[in-house]
């Protein structure tokens, strides 16, 4: 039995910590917040992702296919199975086309109707709709599983404690799932740190006419808009591939602009003093006419980390990496592979 300390109460370093305990590790959970998922795992687009979105990265495809079970068995309460799960193809400027969007969804295994063009999307804009077979889930219902499962496994949760190398001076083990801070703990613990793609991005919430119902609708596969319901509460949030990226680099450490700080990880921010709401709807109303009519209730920020030069297949890979005997190091992808990711951390401790 090994002293483990997880830094990061993300949905990856929390189930960690879970499974770390299951396996019968006396297990620390660290987070610098004053509750879990505060960060991306509470601020994102709440796809279940089952690969539909990613039809240039098979990889990405066949491990969201892979994992989605292991979540589902895990997190059963926090899933959203009810309402529509819509892929519109744009006749123009998509890097898929129609034909290739569909050979890749039967390679895949990802089963499809072809549905007639909804309401809600222009039809003069759009190849073609399919309606696949996917689900999302509600993040304040995971928090919930989430600390039952701590408290059942018996992980001592330390909140609002930032994590240094003094911290965990004493532990034998620590698994670091910190996310966009990966390299600010790592490089402070080991010196070492790598290359990532940072984007401080916004989720606008938003109220749109009932003609939305429990629909989730992206238009692929290029600069476009997706809008998924929030939770069961009756609000939106809209995704956009170029207007929810406020500033983007490649580097050691995001570059947050001053503007954007204060607003980072503070769950919905009404009335921001920074937001892309507008060019959200202008750029999506073309192709979601009735997203003219979205009242804005606010815009959640977040800082997004992806493997650098990924643009071309859009790749998402989680990876599981043992730095020396001491750390461990999770890079995170699909919120689907959190269960994955934590039996590949027991088995490496
Ligand atoms: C805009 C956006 C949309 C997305 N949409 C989807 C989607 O629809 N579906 C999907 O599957 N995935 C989506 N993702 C990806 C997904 O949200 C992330 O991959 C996942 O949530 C990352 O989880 P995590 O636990 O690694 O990180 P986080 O949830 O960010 O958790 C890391 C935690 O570490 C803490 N921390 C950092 N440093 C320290 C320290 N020194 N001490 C203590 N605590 C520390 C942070 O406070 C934070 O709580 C999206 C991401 C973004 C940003």
């Given at each position: 039995m090994a002293k483990v300390a997880v830094i990061g109460g993300g949905i990856f370093g929390a189930t960690a910590a879970v499974f770390a305990a299951r396996a019968g590790h006396q297990v620390t959970l660290f987070e610098q917040y004053d509750d879990l998922l505060q960060a991306a795992s509470g601020i994102n687009q709440y796809r279940l992702h089952r690969g539909y979105h990613y039809p240039r990265s098979g990889d990405t495809a066949r491990s969201a296919i892979q994992a989605a079970s292991s979540f589902r068995k895990e997190y059963p309460d926090a899933i959203i199975d009810t309402g529509r799960h819509l892929y519109a193809i744009a006749k123009e400027k998509s890097l898929?086309?129609?034909?290739?969007?569909?050979?890749?969804?039967?390679?895949?295994?990802?089963?499809?109707?072809?549905?007639?063009?909804?309401?809600?999307?222009?039809?003069?804009?759009?190849?073609?709709?399919?309606?696949?077979?996917?689900?999302?889930?509600?993040?304040?219902?995971?928090?919930?599983?989430?600390?039952?499962?701590?408290?059942?496994?018996?992980?001592?949760?330390?909140?609002?404690?930032?994590?240094?190398?003094?911290?965990?001076?004493?532990?034998?083990?620590?698994?670091?799932?910190?996310?966009?801070?990966?390299?600010?703990?790592?490089?402070?613990?080991?010196?070492?740190?790598?290359?990532?793609?940072?984007?401080?991005?916004?989720?606008?919430?938003?109220?749109?006419?009932?003609?939305?119902?429990?629909?989730?609708?992206?238009?692929?596969?290029?600069?476009?808009?997706?809008?998924?319901?929030?939770?069961?509460?009756?609000?939106?949030?809209?995704?956009?591939?170029?207007?929810?990226?406020?500033?983007?680099?490649?580097?050691?450490?995001?570059?947050?602009?001053?503007?954007?700080?204060?607003?980072?990880?503070?769950?919905?921010?009404?009335?921001?003093?920074?937001?892309n709401f507008d060019a959200f709807i202008e750029s999506g109303a073309p192709y979601i006419p009735a997203l003219a009519q979205a009242k804005h209730v606010g815009s959640m920020f977040t800082v997004r980390t992806v493997l650098p030069r990924t643009e071309k297949t859009d790749a998402r890979p989680t990876l599981v990496t043992k730095v020396n005997d001491k750390y461990i190091k999770i890079f995170s992808g699909k919120i689907g592979n959190c269960v994955m990711a934590a039996e590949e951390v027991v088995a490496l401790l």
């Open positions: 898929v086309s129609g034909k290739d969007f569909l050979a890749f969804c039967d390679a895949q295994g990802l089963s499809y109707n072809i549905v007639s063009v909804p309401e809600i999307v222009n039809p003069a804009m759009v190849e073609f709709v399919i309606e696949g077979v996917e689900s999302r889930f509600d993040s304040d219902l995971l928090r919930i599983a989430v600390k039952r499962n701590l408290s059942d496994a018996g992980v001592e949760v330390r909140l609002a404690t930032k994590a240094t190398a003094a911290t965990v001076e004493g532990y034998d083990r620590v698994v670091v799932a910190a996310y966009a801070s990966t390299n600010s703990v790592f490089s402070e613990l080991t010196g070492v740190s790598d290359e990532y793609q940072y984007e401080v991005c916004e989720k606008p919430v938003v109220t749109l006419p009932d003609s939305f119902g429990q629909t989730d609708l992206v238009i692929m596969d290029g600069p476009f808009m997706c809008v998924d319901p929030l939770g069961t509460g009756g609000t939106y949030v809209l995704g956009n591939v170029v207007h929810a990226i406020h500033a983007s680099n490649v580097g050691q450490a995001p570059n947050i602009p001053d503007t954007l700080k204060a607003l980072l990880n503070r769950g919905i921010v009404k009335n921001p003093a920074v937001s």
